[in-house]
């Protein structure tokens, strides 16, 4: 099956610092990618979408500005989190668009548990 | 915009007992339909999909889900449960075409626990 990975698995860093994830997909091509976030005992929530060679589409109320997209490969799309601070902390999750026969499917990471102290 | 929703946040059932899950969505034509489940530790793992044809689909692990259009829902189910079957479970919608992609809307999901 598709595989897609996600680096670092746990963050811990310090309030004002940024944070980089890197979610790849190791088998097949994305040109889309999708981020989400989830909060303890909550539902997953879209925070952008990912197109390589363009710029991220951010759902109403994730700042852009505050968290970075970068897709520039079809294999890799990066989300940093700049100055990062304790409400930011988190489950980050990424998922990457597959297609087969005319549908697609999204086949997601294993997370990032991002800490803010 | 579309929404999902899981009523059971907590469901208990016995070790080869059968299990349903519900999901009722609101969305102004048929969307894709998923359910995932996820473990600890894991990441999110399709079990089915539903995008047209057969109201019944089967997935993974023995599992099936029934699209229901005049219900708006897709519950899962599973005629006998196994103690590893215990995990949270997300049924999503996705309103993309078949040669665009969305984001998924999740529901809020149900965590299963299987009694011994």
């Known amino acids: 099956g598709a595989v897609v990975s996600q680096h670092p698995s746990r963050v811990i860093c310090k309030s004002g610092t940024s944070v980089k994830i890197e979610c790849r997909s190791l088998?097949?091509?994305?040109?889309?990618m999708f981020w989400y976030r989830q909060f303890p005992k909550k539902s997953l929530m879209l925070m952008a979408t990912s197109n390589e060679g363009s710029k991220a589409t951010y759902e109403q109320g994730v700042e852009k500005d505050k968290f970075l997209i970068n897709h520039a490969s079809l294999t890799l799309s990066t989300l940093t989190v700049t100055s990062a601070h304790p409400e930011d902390s988190s489950f980050y999750i990424c998922?990457?668009?597959?297609?087969?026969?005319?549908?697609?499917?999204?086949?997601f990471g294993p997370g990032t548990r991002l800490t803010v102290t | 915009a579309q929404s999902v929703t899981q009523p059971d946040i907590h469901i208990t059932v016995s070790e080869g007992a059968s299990l349903e899950l519900r999901c009722n969505y609101s969305y102004g034509a048929t969307p894709y339909l998923f359910w995932y489940v996820q473990s600890p530790g894991q990441g999110l793992q399709l079990l089915l999909k539903?995008?047209?044809?057969?109201?019944l689909v089967q997935g993974i692990k023995g599992f099936e889900a029934e699209f229901k259009r005049s219900q708006s829902s897709f519950n899962l189910r599973k005629p006998s449960v196994h103690w590893s079957d215990a995990a949270e479970y997300f049924c999503?919608?996705?309103?993309?075409?078949?040669?665009?992609?969305?984001?998924?809307?999740f529901g809020k999901g149900t965590h299963l626990i299987i009694q011994p």
């Open positions: 998922s990457a668009d597959r297609r087969t026969s005319g549908t697609y499917e999204q086949y």
């Open positions: 999503a919608v996705g309103v993309g075409s078949g040669g665009g992609a969305d984001g998924l809307t």
């Open positions: 539903y995008f047209s044809g057969d109201t």
């Open positions: 088998d097949f091509q994305a040109t889309t």
